[in-house]
Nanobody
Framework: QVQLVESGGGLVQPGGSLRLSCAAS????????MGWYRQAPGKERELVAS??????????YYTDSVKGRFTISRDNAKNVGYLQMDSLKPEDTAVYYC??????????WGQGTQVTVSS
């Protein structure tokens, strides 16, 4: 079992920044990938960014619309994943969810955090 708790969402003006956090607890030693998804009203949930790691290193993925603006990272010592979001746009408004994938199978979701970009 893995528990994920997101935080850091809120209201920000266009061009502003937010940093989302995803704190993991439980069987964290089995986590080998983490992703951030978002779901806007009336739209399907989409993958925004992900990071996967193994003994040789890590690799990241970003959807085209956030490349150069968002940065995904992790702090293994604190068991926290982050999504740094800069140059935010109104179209980034959504509920953001983190997901953890376990080696050998299985995935867990957080409860979501609202991000609203508006003037």
């Amino acid at each position: 079992q893995v528990q994920l708790v997101e935080s850091g969402g809120g209201l920000v003006q266009p061009g502003g920044s937010l940093r989302l956090s995803c704190a993991a607890s439980g069987s964290i030693f089995r986590i080998n990938a983490m992703g951030w998804y978002r779901q806007a009203p009336g739209k399907e949930r989409e993958l925004v960014a992900s990071i996967a790691w193994n003994w040789s290193g890590s690799r990241t993925y970003y959807t085209d619309s956030v490349k150069g603006r968002f940065t995904i990272s992790r702090d293994n010592a604190k068991n926290v994943g982050y999504l740094q979001m800069d140059s935010l746009k109104p179209e980034d408004t959504a509920v953001y969810y983190c997901k953890a994938a376990l080696g050998g199978g299985g995935e867990y979701w957080g409860q979501g955090t609202q991000v609203t970009v508006s003037s």
